[in-house]
C-alpha cells in the first residue's frame, strides 16, 4: 500500500512526487511518457536560465526517484476506491494507495472515466479541467489535482509549483499538521 499514487510525470507530478518522496511518503510516480512538455523550450522557468523540456522533465523524475520515489512507465486505466484506499489500474499491473493526486496535463479522459467532476478549461487550449478547490481536492476525498488538469497557468514553473502546494497538502494532511520541507547549507 503506497501512501500516494500520483499519475503523470511531467512538472506537476513529478513535483508533487519530489515533495513526498523527501517527506517519507511512500509513493509512486506513473507515467505514460506523452507530457506536452517534452516540446517546449524554455527560457521563463525562474532560477534556470535556459532549459529543454525534455531534460527539464528527466531532471524532475531523478529528483523524485533520488528520495525514493518509484517512477512506473504505464496508462492508468482506472481508479477505484476500496476499503482502505484507492485501487490504481494500469496496463501494467495494479497500485493501492491512501491518496491520488492525479497531473495528467491536458488529457482529461482517465478523470471523466473515473466521476471526477470537470468543467471546461479557462486556459488557451486546455478544452477539460477538474473542479478543484484550493488545496488541490476533487469531489472525491483522497483524490487530489494538480498543474494543467486543475486548471493552472499552463507553465512550467506555476505546473511545477502547483504540484508542490498540492504535495504539501496531502502530506500535511496524512501527518495531522502544517508541513514544511527545508534545507539549510551546511556550515
Ligand atoms: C510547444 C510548447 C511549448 C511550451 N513552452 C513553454 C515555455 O516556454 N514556458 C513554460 O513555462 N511552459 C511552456 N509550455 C507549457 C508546459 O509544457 C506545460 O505548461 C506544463 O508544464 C504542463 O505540465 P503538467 O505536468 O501539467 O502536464 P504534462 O507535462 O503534460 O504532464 C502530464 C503527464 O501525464 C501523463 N499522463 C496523462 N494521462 C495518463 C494516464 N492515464 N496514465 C499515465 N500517464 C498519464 C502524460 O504522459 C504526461 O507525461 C509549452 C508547452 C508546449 C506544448
Do not use: C
Amino acid at each position: 500500500m503506497f501512501d500516494v499514487v500520483i499519475i503523470g510525470a511531467g512538472p506537476a507530478g513529478a513535483s508533487a512526487a519530489l515533495f513526498t518522496a523527501k517527506a517519507g511518503k511512500k509513493t509512486v510516480v506513473i507515467d505514460n511518457d506523452k507530457s506536452v512538455t517534452k516540446r517546449a523550450w524554455l527560457e521563463n522557468h525562474y532560477g534556470v536560465a535556459e532549459i529543454s523540456g525534455p531534460d527539464l522533465v528527466e531532471v524532475g523524475k531523478k529528483q523524485a526517484s533520488k528520495f525514493g520515489a518509484e517512477l512506473v512507465h504505464a496508462t492508468v486505466t482506472n481508479v477505484s476506491k476500496g476499503e482502505s484506499g484507492f485501487k490504481v489500474e494500469t496496463d501494467q499491473g495494479e497500485f493501492e494507495a491512501k491518496h491520488v493526486i492525479v497531473a495528467t496535463g491536458m488529457m482529461a479522459d482517465l478523470a471523466e472515466m473515473v466521476g471526477l467532476t470537470t468543467k471546461a478549461g479557462t486556459e488557451p487550449r486546455v478544452k477539460t479541467i477538474l473542479d478543484v478547490d484550493a488545496a488541490g481536492k476533487t469531489n472525491i476525498e483522497g483524490i487530489w489535482a494538480a498543474g494543467t488538469i486543475a486548471g493552472v497557468s499552463m507553465h512550467t514553473i506555476i505546473t511545477a509549483g502547483d504540484g508542490a502546494k498540492v504535495a504539501i497538502n496531502v502530506i500535511s494532511e496524512i501527518n495531522g499538521e502544517r508541513y514544511v520541507d527545508h534545507d539549510m547549507i551546511k556550515s
